[in-house]
């Protein structure tokens, strides 16, 4: 960082805290790996028959593929994160973390719009 730059930051602030990158990193796990919980629980009950809506889905092809992927995604993600925390990419980091829920959310949504019933 170049002087000019370093004298426009207000007072005290200090550019080598990273605890909000503590703090976002635990909100976004929070939201990733309670997904993830709630995925082995299907799952679980998918593959032993008795998934109730998950079930009426009739998840094939694709689709299943896409569903069955989550802890792959989950967990490359974490790792491009922790990545990224090396290089000292800390807001990068937090959007890899929260990466897989958003796209949870877009799989919901292609579910519910895209999927040919």
């Known amino acids: 960082m170049d002087q000019a730059t370093h004298q426009?930051?207000?007072?005290?602030?200090?550019?080598?805290?990273r605890s909000?990158?503590?703090?976002?990193?635990?909100?976004?796990?929070?939201?990733?790996?309670?997904?993830?919980?709630?995925?082995?629980?299907?799952t679980i009950s998918l593959?032993?028959?008795?998934?109730?809506?998950?079930?009426?889905?009739?998840?094939?092809?694709?689709?299943?593929?896409l569903f069955l992927s989550y802890p792959?995604?989950?967990?490359?993600?974490?790792?491009?994160?922790?990545?990224?925390v090396a290089l000292r990419r800390d807001l990068e980091s937090i959007g890899a973390v929260g990466t897989p829920l958003a796209l949870a959310v877009l799989y919901y949504f292609a579910l519910i719009y895209v999927r040919p019933v």
Do not use: N, Q, Y
């Open 72 to 84: 792959f995604v989950f967990i490359a993600f974490v790792l491009i994160g922790g990545v990224l």
């Open 8 to 17: 426009a930051l207000p007072a005290g602030l200090d550019l080598d805290d």
């Open 47 to 65: 593959l032993g028959g008795d998934a109730g809506t998950l079930m009426r889905l009739e998840l094939e092809g694709v689709w299943r593929t």
């Open 20 to 42: 909000p990158t503590v703090f976002g990193w635990v909100f976004a796990l929070l939201g990733s790996g309670g997904l993830l919980l709630f995925w082995v629980m299907g």
